[in-house]
């Protein structure tokens, strides 16, 4: 086998076979095929694509490129959510307890945040003392003692895909269905849980601009789990304006420690019900959606799933008075309320930009090196929809600079379009896939 007859062939649009991606891969983790080749076939694949067979050998490939994690030790089905990133996206520090809370087992491994997108573990990090290092028997301890845990990805997990990732990322092949789903997926599958839902985020702030990609998308990546014997899940998920109100670290598990005590945004809490009530089912712990609604609102109004929060926070090495008494958490020097200068209706608040502005105030790195400042960002007084008149709350610039430059707030005023006319509400979930 050689690789410049697979490029080829790719590029003549025929259909790669297991061991043509096999030696592919092989080759990438052991240096055997240097990059400009791998290059060439990553730009054939976007711009031919694969078939469902291919993109199921390229992902099992994929996983088997690095450790694959056993979580046979944790009693149960051991389920898990992915989203496809977003802005102001806590899900997961609600979830993990919640699910756990109303008996289902959730072992995560998250990631760090680059870019807008913000990460589970700089977030959790926010709590004095979290540990996210946990090795594989603490971890599975954890689990089985709670039943939530969150640790960060381990170095080795999927090598192939950090090789990948940083070609497609600078020679324009990251958009591709096809080395999408698999990128994803095979970091979920070598993570070790038996169920996924996916949270494929949609809009203006996400990889997915529009509901049809978003779908194609979701729909390839619940047929690899097909393929690989897995229970794959997933909902299509608004994300034209930030998810909650708060963007950036300490700011955001606030906002999550307060939905789980029924004080958080309604459409957040309804995508955390939504998402829970899938993991239920596929945890059978239910069985139906219907009932897996009923046993995670159940168990959220009842504080059962605040009470988790406060043993997985503790089990993992974090503070948990913080959790009891949010005030303790990393809070910025300063703060900023920007009025609205104008009367009307919210009709767009631009994620992304509001994304990266917390990433300029520190929240956020804009390369994989930089360190993060808890304390800042940004909490939204409104969201699409409201009607807003002169010096109404549009949003609080939380920041550590003695003075905020000018230009920050500028840009922060372009993020809110305004329309004269109500708007039409689009809700947080838009399709449910199975
Ligand atoms: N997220 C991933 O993990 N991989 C991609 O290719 C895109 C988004």
Redesign the pocket.
């Known amino acids: 086998m050689n690789i410049v007859d697979i490029i080829t062939k790719k590029r003549d649009h025929q259909e790669l076979n297991k061991q043509e991606i096999n030696y592919w891969i092989t080759g990438v983790i052991e240096e055997t095929i240097p990059e400009y080749q791998t290059s060439a076939l990553l730009m054939a694949i976007v711009l031919n694509g694969m078939n469902e067979e291919e993109i199921g050998n390229l992902t099992e490939s994929m996983m088997h490129s690095g450790d694959v994690v056993d979580l046979s030790g944790i009693e149960g089905i051991k389920v898990d959510k992915h989203s496809?990133?977003g802005v102001g996206d806590k899900t997961s520090i609600v979830l993990g307890p919640l699910v756990a809370a109303a008996g289902g087992k959730v072992a995560k491994m998250s990631g760090r945040g680059l870019g807008h997108t913000g990460g589970t573990l700089d977030k959790l990090e926010s709590i004095e003392g979290f540990n996210p290092y946990l090795n594989q028997n603490e971890f599975i301890d954890v689990v089985n003692k709670v039943g939530c845990a969150i640790i960060g990805q381990s170095e080795n997990l999927v090598k192939a895909?950090k090789i990948l990732?940083s070609l497609?990322d600078v020679t324009g092949t990251?958009d591709s269905i096809a080395?999408?789903a698999s990128?994803?997926m095979s970091?979920k599958l070598a993570s070790g849980s038996d169920a996924i839902v996916l949270d494929v985020k949609i809009g203006e702030g996400a990889?997915m601009k529009d509901i049809e990609s978003g779908r194609k998308l979701a729909k390839t990546m619940i047929a690899i789990g097909k393929h690989l014997n897995r229970d794959v899940r997933a909902v299509l998920s608004n994300m034209n304006q930030p998810l909650g109100r708060a963007i950036g670290n300490s700011l955001e598990v606030i906002e999550a420690i307060e939905t789980l005590q029924n004080r958080g945004p309604k459409e957040f809490e309804e995508l955390c019900i939504n998402s829970a009530a899938i993991m239920l089912t596929q945890g059978k712990q239910v069985n139906n959606y219907e009932e897996g609604r009923e046993l995670a609102l159940e168990t959220l109004r009842s504080g059962k799933a605040f009470d988790k929060l406060v043993d997985f926070v503790e089990a993992q090495g974090g503070n948990s008075e913080q959790i009891k008494n949010t005030k303790l958490l990393p809070m910025a020097k300063n703060s900023l309320s920007l009025k609205s200068n104008k009367t009307g209706w919210i009709s767009d608040i631009d994620a992304l930009e509001l994304g990266k502005l917390s990433m300029h105030l520190g929240g956020g790195r804009v390369k994989a090196s930089d360190s993060i400042n808890h304390g800042v960002g940004l909490v939204l007084g409104v969201h699409v929809g409201s009607k807003v008149n002169r010096g109404h709350d549009l949003v609080t610039i939380y920041y550590d600079e003695d003075v905020l430059p000018k230009q920050r707030i500028q840009e922060a005023y372009a993020c809110f379009t305004f329309s004269d006319e109500p708007v039409e509400v689009q809700p947080v979930i838009l399709e449910m896939i199975d």
Do not use: N, P
């Open positions: 496809t990133g895909d990732y497609r990251v080395l999408i990128s994803i970091k990889f």
